[in-house]
């Protein structure tokens, strides 16, 4: 698919809809209107916020993503960190989980045990209540979108961030660096790949990758700090298009323009050797894991510091700046108009690499 054809009215091939779809389409017809409605549908937004009872009560809601391939305990870990990855950017500590499972007609008992068993683990030490669901078998049910689920969280009016609040001025902070994602599922799905080409050790230390694929810990980390005029006033979870997209994203719905340095975004180790060899540019790839933060200047070594003392790698690597200013990338101490990327190059070459393996 040409990059221009998901700027335009045309439905895309594969993947979320265009913006212009979303503002055509969905956004003009969202059903009965409500002043309790703190944060709507937006891009660049990975939550709902609104009051009920006084306090700011956040709604997102994901596919149910089950990879019978990473391994049954591995692919429910994923399918809950996914949701509440996007849940914790509200700033809001998840509180709820209600699940919907259409299972496909193959899977075993055994085989819900263990994706059961392992979501409710999850949901147990992120203090995440389930509340409601649904689960059933039907036909014509596949992997690895299995149902649907909504995480619900809680906290008091002050205490939510959304791109709305971000100033001019803050300065942009991204957690773990870019193709996490793309990075944790080459290293789990073809390890001999790996291992070939860069030896047991690389192979071994790259799965490590898998399990940074969730952005809880860092983002309830970063908003300890303070937030809004304390402190972090946005947060974004870089998933499909991977820091190229998410930052393009940050800044847009804030409706300012960005200033980022290349160089100064950190990368995890094993990340810029597999995504050379697969044939990806790190930056544009999906990279679930990773997050965006946009912060009060005074406040941004503080959260670095808040995220280390986690073991989690960030840095500050740029700033909002006005919306005339325009998108900026500073890369090779150059500057260039920093693009949204469209397409994300990992889903070509995930199913290159396949054939590859077979």
């Not at 669901?133 to 649907?148: D, L, Q, S």
């Not at 009016?157 to 803050?170: H, N, S, W």
């Not at 001999?192 to 230390?205: A, M, N, V």
């Not at 947060?235 to 997209?245: I, K, R």
């Amino acid at each position: 698919m040409r990059a221009e054809k998901n700027q335009t009215n045309e439905m895309p091939e594969i993947g979320k809809i265009s913006p212009v779809i979303f503002e055509e389409v969905i956004f003009p017809r969202l059903g009965a209107k409500s002043r309790s409605i703190l944060v709507g549908p937006q891009h660049g937004v990975d939550v709902g916020i609104a009051e009920i009872g006084d306090k700011a009560v956040s709604f997102t809601c994901d596919p149910v993503f089950i990879v019978p391939q990473y391994g049954w305990e591995r692919a429910a870990w994923f399918a809950i960190h996914i949701i509440a990855s996007d849940s914790v950017t509200s700033g809001l500590k998840p509180k709820y989980l209600s699940i919907d499972l259409n299972l496909p007609m193959d899977m075993t008992k055994e085989q819900l045990v263990i994706v059961w068993d392992t979501i409710h683990k999850e949901c147990e030490k992120l203090g995440i209540s389930i509340i409601t669901g649904h689960t059933a078998r039907y036909e014509n049910c596949n992997y690895p979108m299995i149902g649907g689920a909504t995480i619900i969280g809680v906290g008091e009016k002050d205490e939510y961030v959304t791109p709305r609040l971000a100033k001019a001025g803050d300065k942009i902070i991204i957690t773990k660096g870019p193709a996490i994602e793309a990075s944790g599922i080459f290293a789990t799905m073809f390890p001999g790949l790996l291992e070939k080409q860069f030896g047991k050790d690389f192979s071994k230390k790259a799965q490590r990758i898998f399990y940074l694929m969730s952005v809880v810990e860092d983002a309830m980390t970063a908003v300890s700090v303070g937030v809004r005029e304390n402190g972090v006033t946005a947060m974004h979870d870089a998933t499909e298009c991977g820091v190229w997209g998410g930052l393009y994203e940050v800044a847009q719905a804030a409706g300012l323009g960005i200033r980022v340095e290349k160089e100064k975004i950190v990368v995890e180790d094993c990340v810029k050797e597999i995504c050379q060899y697969f044939g990806i540019d790190p930056y544009a790839s999906i990279s679930e894991g990773t997050l965006i933060i946009s912060c009060r200047p005074y406040k941004a070594e503080a959260v670095v510091k808040a995220l280390a003392k986690k073991g989690i790698k960030s840095s500050i690597v740029g700033e909002l700046i006005e919306a005339s200013k325009g998108m900026i990338l500073i890369e090779d101490g150059k500057e260039k108009n920093l693009k949204h990327p469209i397409v994300d190059p990992f889903w070509r070459a995930f199913y290159g690499a396949m054939q590859k393996a077979a």
